[in-house]
């Protein structure tokens, strides 16, 4: 197997499997249709990218010489994570709201999302030292650019794509916060999850 085709399966696995980012995606295109969706998509990647190239840029060195401020780094995404998710669940609770005023996510949110989200650090960390290790560095930082701009792109439309179809079971209000409730006890879980593989891991003490 190549050098390539490892990164596109790491990149693939992490891009398709529920995170944050698939949620907040889901969750606006079944909210605010394919042109919120669109915005969702484009905030995630452009967040994802700005840690790529912190990552190329020497963080990845940082966080190797300090493991604290990796550690600090993941608690407080984690932390982050669950007040998204616990939030989502108070709005669902309140009275009846608009189509689309619960769970929405701006395009400068989703980007700020992406650097308190320790699965995202992980797989761009993983990434650029697979990468480093076999090419030179322009062609390392071409590549990973190239991945994960294409890889990500597919995966989230496919989730969006499953929130547009579940737009219109959406109509009223009884269903709107159920699905608010549910996205947002997923968020928790993935918090809850995440700090549980940084354990593993030996991210933490």
């Not at 407080?76 to 669940?89: E, K």
């Not at 071409?142 to 792109?153: G, Q």
């Not at 006890?185 to 891991?201: E, P, T």
Request: hydrophobic share 60%.
């Amino acid at each position: 197997m190549t050098v390539l085709t490892s990164l596109s399966v790491l990149i693939f696995v992490a891009a398709i499997t529920p995170g944050p980012n698939n949620l907040a995606v889901l969750s606006a295109a079944a909210h605010r249709g394919a042109a919120g969706a669109s915005r969702a998509i484009a905030g995630v990647l452009l967040g994802s990218l700005a840690l790529l190239a912190l990552a190329l840029a020497g963080a990845d060195e940082l966080f190797t010489s300090q493991p604290r401020v990796r550690d600090a780094i993941g608690f407080l995404g984690c932390a982050y994570l669950a007040f998204l998710g616990a939030r989502m669940i108070a709005q669902s609770l309140r009275a009846p709201t608009a189509p689309g005023a619960v769970a929405s996510y701006g395009m400068a949110q989703l980007v700020g999302l992406q650097f308190a989200n320790p699965k995202a650090w992980t797989l761009v960390l993983t990434a650029v030292a697979v990468a480093r290790g076999a090419m030179q560095p322009a062609s390392a930082a071409l590549a990973l650019t190239t991945l994960f701009l294409v890889i990500p792109s597919v995966c989230l439309a496919a989730w969006a794509w499953f929130g547009l179809r579940v737009m219109p079971r959406l109509e009223h209000g009884a269903p709107r916060r159920w699905f608010d409730r549910t996205m947002g006890a997923l968020l928790l879980a993935s918090a809850v999850a995440l700090l549980a593989d940084m354990s593993r891991s030996s991210l933490l003490p």
